[in-house]
């Protein structure tokens, strides 16, 4: 069990390492996880797991993606398939107070192994400190070193480039390109478009929720704004706002978002239903 406390706001990250499944024998310890989350914080929190199968601890390859919303002292356990040489699990959290633990089953559902999040077993994420610029008149993004304010290099893109957003969990960037009507995907490891997603007219801002790994697009060309599947890389909705949208901005905690109208109105996004709940007037 392990206390995740965040103190200063911000998400919480964990996870568990790697852990070997493979025993002298050749056979493995376990053939399920069972993963119990415990919220014990005073409000709802949200978190997501992901679960890796590694064949070294330099390849992983996700097989696990849930994003969990509990309410107050809810508690939830998952099983997971675990018939791998070896895998890990992350853990990323918006509350306060969340207990994990791992438990490794046999194939008759017995206990094989207690994989207990502690603290000193976490492995720091690494993050890389760069900034990315769209630039519309080049067609390309300039990718540059924060650690040493050079620029490292630059993507090119589609036509006239602008809003821009990263996902730092999958190290994806996501670049709305305005004539081009569609988003590129770019790979911060390899720093190359691994692909690109058609929206609707005119793509201009881009917003992020890395809980949920959704990428909202707002078309001021359309009047919407396009949901992405961060996973499958595919548009799974378009949510219909106010007139020629363009700013938007996502709260991963409430998982609402925020998009700028022309005519001074804000709309309100609900991320669960990609609904429109609210619009609010603001200032000319």
């Known amino acids: 069990m392990v206390k995740l406390s965040k103190g200063d706001g911000t998400m919480a990250l964990l996870s568990t390492g790697f852990i070997k ?7 493995r310890t376990s053939s399920t996880l069972a993963v119990k989350i415990t919220n014990r914080d005073s409000v709802s929190t949200m978190i997501r797991v992901n679960g890796f199968y590694l064949t070294s601890t330099e390849t992983k390859t996700e097989y696990v993606l849930d994003v969990l919303t509990l309410p107050p002292g809810g508690e939830v356990t ?26 490794g089953k046999s194939p008759a559902g017995n206990l094989t192994e207690v994989y207990q999040v502690h603290l000193e077993q976490l492995f720091p994420m690494e993050v890389k400190e ?43 960037i996501y670049v709305a390109n305005f004539w081009s009507n569609n988003v590129s995907v770019i790979d911060g490891e390899s720093q190359t478009v691994i692909t690109k997603v058609a929206v609707n007219s005119n793509p201009l801002g881009v917003g992020v929720n890395p809980v949920t790994n959704r ?21 799974i909705d378009n949510i219909m706002v106010g007139a020629s949208p363009e700013g938007i901005t ?35």
Do not use: M
């Open 130 to 172: 760069h900034i990315y610029v769209p630039n519309s008149n080049s067609n390309k993004v300039s990718i540059i070193d924060g650690g040493t304010n050079t620029l490292q290099g630059d993507v090119a893109v589609g036509l006239g480039p602008f809003g821009i957003g990263v996902n730092p969990l999958t190290n994806r």
């Open 21 to 27: 499944n493979l025993q002298a024998s050749g056979e």
């Open 78 to 103: 998952n099983n997971y398939y675990a018939e791998f040489d070896a895998f890990q699990f992350q853990f990323l959290c918006n509350s306060e107070e969340v207990g994990i633990s791992i438990w």
């Open 215 to 235: 990428i909202y697009v707002t078309n001021r060309g359309s009047n919407n704004v396009s949901v992405i599947d961060g996973l499958a890389n595919v548009v």
């Open 250 to 284: 996502v709260n991963p905690t409430t998982n609402r978002i925020y998009v700028t109208n022309l005519g001074n109105k804000v709309s309100v996004i609900n991320g669960n239903t990609n609904t429109v709940i609210a619009t609010v007037e603001v200032g000319g």
